[in-house]
């Protein structure tokens, strides 16, 4: 089966495409993973993608498209594929369909990871680690105590510069304004499953093994 998952920043898409890497065997195709192979490759499309960045412009559309497909044609990873960070509009996930298609292949499943927007605020403009290990703790939920590593003493916490309240409120209306046209979109296919992410990791990791589970009985 092949899988799409949606969730706002912080969500824990991440974590959770890794317990669905580990525990179904899936394959993880991310628009920045592709970005990353094709720029080590000093291909033409590589200078191309380069040359955009560097000017502070987005990677269009079509050149995404071309990656994605460029993957697609590997058949090892046939139905066994998690989409992360795309589609992020509606012609790429219109187009999407399309080139899965053409390999014979088509979405099975949208995990749409719901959580709510005050805590997910707090989630990430909480957020702090230890400059030393890396460790991570959050100033609402997790206050810092001290780092049980050698060497962590008397160390400097730090923190990302986006991850404040206002930067954080901005970047869920995006998301807001970008991808709930696309849920509508895969909607009206039947496949989205709502996961309530407020729940510890361990819970949304069950949700999700239980929805897949059901899925391939019938498939």
């Known amino acids: 089966m092949n899988i799409v998952i949606f969730g706002p920043p912080g969500a824990g898409k991440g974590t959770q495409s890794s317990f669905l890497i580990k525990n179904f065997n899936l394959f993880q195709l991310s628009t920045g993973d592709l970005l990353r192979e094709e720029l080590s490759s000093g291909s033409k499309l590589a200078s191309e993608i380069e040359g955009l960045m560097n000017a502070g412009n987005l990677v269009s559309d079509d050149i995404i498209n071309n990656l994605i497909e460029k993957k697609l044609s ?56 230890c400059s030393v290990c890396k460790k991570t703790f959050n100033e609402f939920f997790d206050p810092p105590t001290l780092c049980e590593k050698p060497g962590c003493s008397g160390r400097v916490m730090i923190k990302r510069s986006d991850d404040n309240e206002e930067t954080v409120s901005k970047r869920l209306k995006t998301y807001d304004e970008s991808t709930l046209p696309i849920l509508d979109y895969y909607s009206s296919k039947n496949i989205v499953k709502d996961i ?24």
Not at 198 to 206: F, G, L, P, W
């Open 74 to 129: 590997d058949k090892t990873i046939h139905n066994t594929i998690i989409f992360d960070g795309f589609p992020r509009n509606i012609d790429q996930a219109k187009t999407l369909d399309r080139l899965l298609l053409k390999y014979s292949q088509s979405i099975s499943l949208v995990l749409n990871l719901k959580v709510d927007y005050s805590v997910l605020t707090k989630r990430i403009s909480g957020r702090v680690s």
């Open 196 to 219: 309530d992410a407020m729940a510890n990791i361990d819970e949304v990791s069950q949700q999700i093994s239980t929805i897949i589970k059901e899925l391939k009985s019938w498939l």
